[in-house]
């Protein structure tokens, strides 16, 4: 084989993949319109007028729903908090903010996977008001009109201040590793960093009667109830907007009748630092497979001692 032709073949190979990586070749615009578009044929009940791929799948907090079910139905708009995101390297697009179905709202993340300008993969993680959390059912903590209040930012960070990709997800996965260790200082963080969880802040709070402040993104971690933060996947990486969008399980403490929670999580890095901390997250039984996405399709992991069978 001549060299000119391992060059020419070198060359096909790479174009190839970039072009597999890319999801077809679709650019934010056009992750950006494929997003829309499948918005918006929810809002309207319509799965035909979404761009769906030939064996589209959609999960509804981690449980199969086919077009036409859950959300196909029950969607009615969206709200008043919206913000997307876009990845071009591994196409995938995503919103995050509110939803509304009839009189009631949810806050979500939408994970959409794109393959050959058709979307091949749609993955809805939803907080409601009313389900089951840490105390049990109608625990969780849930405040969509707080979130409006309190959006993320929406913005362009200039090039010359951008981290690189590989940076930005070493940087977010620093928040698990603290948590598993119970160590607020492995995570690389602002002082005073917030964390919004369903729409409610959690950090930097008053005291109760008089006590002292809460703390921020990173404090408080020694009496955190999580053994484990299991199946951490960073599928979205908005190098334009400086934020990693984080999808995993927290597995509890050996003995502890706490569920585990399915969580998105978005971090916004300022600085090389984390800034903001936004999630969407649920609670589910312990017989109910999750996060039900490769490379953990099944129910991970799940030891009888860390779920008990009566969650």
């Known amino acids: 084989m001549t060299r000119r032709l391992v060059l020419g073949t070198l060359m096909t190979l790479s174009c190839s993949t970039a072009a597999f990586a890319t999801g077809g070749n679709c650019d934010r615009a056009c992750l950006k319109t494929l997003l829309d578009q499948y918005l918006a044929a929810v809002v309207k009940h319509d799965p035909a007028a979404a761009p769906l791929m030939i064996g589209f799948r959609q ?15 029950s969607m009615s708009g969206l709200g008043g908090m919206q913000r997307r995101y876009f990845d071009a390297v591994t196409g995938q697009a995503a919103y995050f903010g509110v939803i509304e179905e009839g009189a009631e709202k949810a806050v979500v993340t939408l994970r959409l996977k794109v393959d050959d300008r058709k979307i091949s993969e749609a993955e809805w993680i939803m907080a409601r008001k009313g389900e089951w959390g840490p ?33 930005l997800v070493a940087i977010t996965n620093s928040y698990f590793d603290g948590l598993t260790t119970h160590d607020g200082e ?6 005073g960093c917030t964390r919004v969880e369903n729409g409610t802040v959690m950090t930097n709070r008053p005291g109760r009667n008089g006590g002292p402040p809460g703390g921020d993104c990173a404090a408080g971690l020694n009496n955190f109830n999580a053994s484990i933060v ?55 039984p312990s017989d109910q497979p999750v996060p039900n996405w490769p490379p953990y399709d099944g129910n991970w992991p799940l030891p009888a001692s860390l779920a008990p069978a009566t969650q």
Not at 137 to 157: C, D, I, M, Q, Y
Not at 186 to 191: L, N, T, V
């Open 59 to 73: 999960t509804e907090n981690a449980i199969v729903v086919r077009p036409g079910a859950g959300l196909w139905k």
């Open 135 to 167: 105390n049990g059912p109608n625990g969780n903590v849930f405040n969509a009109e707080s979130l409006v209040s309190n959006p993320p930012p929406e913005r362009v960070v200039p090039k010359g201040q951008r981290l690189s990709r590989e940076s």
């Open 186 to 191: 492995i995570i690389q963080h602002e002082a």
């Open 230 to 284: 299991a199946a951490r996947r960073y599928p979205i990486v908005d190098e334009d907007a400086q934020a990693v969008l984080a999808i995993a399980v927290f597995l509890r403490k050996p003995g502890s009748p706490v569920r585990r929670n399915v969580f998105s999580e978005w971090f916004f890095i300022d600085n090389a630092k984390i800034h903001l901390v936004y999630s969407a997250m649920f609670y589910p």
